[in-house]
């Protein structure tokens, strides 16, 4: 059974920093793209970054310069660092495990959400 474990949510002020990670386990092959996305109350989820296993990136419009996503394949884990934070980054953060290959085929996962509050 895959399961996604998410860490590294809280509250933090206005230009601080926070560190979410993201262990996939299981019994899994590969996972061609892990990420993470948001979802503001009253708004759709949206992308914030997603990685694919060759190390290639891509973030949302809003988080751009600011967070920064990387891999370590070995462990099916990613680790979102977000600097800069503003308030409009308040929302639930979820990890993404997309194309994740085990017995039982091909597969899209998502872990259970870790809230993310910015104060101003």
């Known amino acids: 059974q895959v399961q996604l474990v998410e860490s590294g949510g809280g509250l933090v002020q206005a230009g601080g920093s926070l560190r979410l990670s993201c262990a996939v386990s299981?019994?899994?092959?590969?996972?061609?793209?892990m990420g993470w996305y948001r979802q503001a109350p009253g708004k759709q989820r949206e992308l914030v970054a997603v990685i694919t296993s060759g190390g290639n990136t891509a973030y949302g419009d809003a988080v751009k310069g600011r967070f920064t996503l990387s891999r370590d394949n070995a462990k099916n884990t990613v680790y979102l660092q977000m600097n800069s934070l503003k308030p409009e980054d308040t929302a639930v953060y979820y990890c993404?495990?997309?194309?994740?290959?085990?017995?039982?085929?091909?597969?899209?996962?998502w872990g259970q959400g870790t809230q993310v509050t910015v104060s101003s």
């Open positions: 299981g019994t899994i092959f590969s996972i061609d793209t």
């Open positions: 993404n495990a997309a194309g994740t290959r085990t017995w039982s085929g091909i597969d899209n996962y």
